[in-house]
């Protein structure tokens, strides 16, 4: 009984490592197939992006920004200088939406917007 329970305890290093192997070999597979798949969702992504980003550097994004700084305005009024750092980052973030259009094109490049 001893060399029974010797053998199974012997075996089962070859079994964890043939799962792995197997599971190694699986997630490779996967792998090599994936950019295939992830291209075509990829583009639905782009297209939602370059919307996003023609919308917020037009008018929408100033009319936000606008309010925004109109905000920040008040706040500074009701609650003085500690309402500085929300009008700074409002900037920021204003400067950050008014550039979108070039953030896109610079991250997908001109011929992923229709450009």
């Known amino acids: 009984m001893t060399q029974n329970n010797a053998d199974k305890e012997t075996s089962k290093p070859k079994n964890r490592s043939t799962i792995k192997r197997l599971l190694t070999t699986l997630f490779l597979t996967f792998v090599a197939i994936l950019p295939s798949f992830a291209f075509a969702a990829l583009t639905s992504v782009t297209t939602f992006v370059c ?3 023609e919308s917020l550097s037009g008018p929408l994004g100033l009319a936000i920004g606008f309010v925004v700084l109109a905000g920040g305005g008040i706040a500074l ?5 500690r309402s500085l750092g929300y009008i700074v980052w409002a900037t920021i973030g204003i400067i ?3 550039s979108a259009g070039a953030l896109v094109t610079s991250l ?3 011929a992923a917007c229709g450009g």
């Open 96 to 98: 950050v939406t008014l």
């Open 108 to 110: 997908f490049g001109e």
């Open 77 to 81: 009024a009701v609650g003085g200088r």
């Open 51 to 53: 919307g996003v980003g």
